[in-house]
């Protein structure tokens, strides 16, 4: 069964630091990898950070770059996201969801997590 969540937002001041976490069931360690992608009040989805399953590479969106890590757990079923240097453009609820070497699935896998950075 699939089961995706999303967790580790909230207020921070820009210029900080924020790292959510994402949990996913089995199923999704089939596809090629997980992945953040956000959606800002009024934005469509923009891709964030990837992470293979099966080598652990990684690619980032370019609004991020530099800013922001992605990584495994012990367990692939755990994902982190790692924000540094937060801007008030990061503002966005940050979603869990499979990704390939052609960028990021944008269905709402979980609920999402709010991220506001306040300037």
């Known amino acids: 069964q699939e089961h995706v969540e999303e967790s580790g937002g909230g207020l921070v001041q820009a210029g900080g630091s924020l790292k959510l976490s994402c949990t996913v069931s089995?199923?999704?360690?089939?596809?090629?990898?997980i992945g953040w992608n956000r959606q800002a009040p009024g934005k469509g989805r923009e891709g964030v950070a990837c992470?293979?399953?099966?080598?652990?590479?990684?690619y980032y969106g370019d609004s991020v770059k530099g800013r922001a890590t992605i990584s495994s757990g012990k367990s692939k079923n755990t994902v982190y996201l790692q924000m540094n240097r937060l801007k008030p453009e990061d503002t966005a609820v940050y979603y869990c969801?499979?990704?390939?070497?052609?960028?990021?699935?944008?269905?709402?896998w979980g609920q999402g997590s709010q991220v506001t950075v306040s300037s």
């Open positions: 969801a499979p990704c390939s070497l052609a960028g990021w699935d944008f269905a709402s």
């Open positions: 089995d199923l999704l360690l089939d596809y090629y990898g």
């Open positions: 992470i293979s399953n099966m080598d652990g590479s990684t």
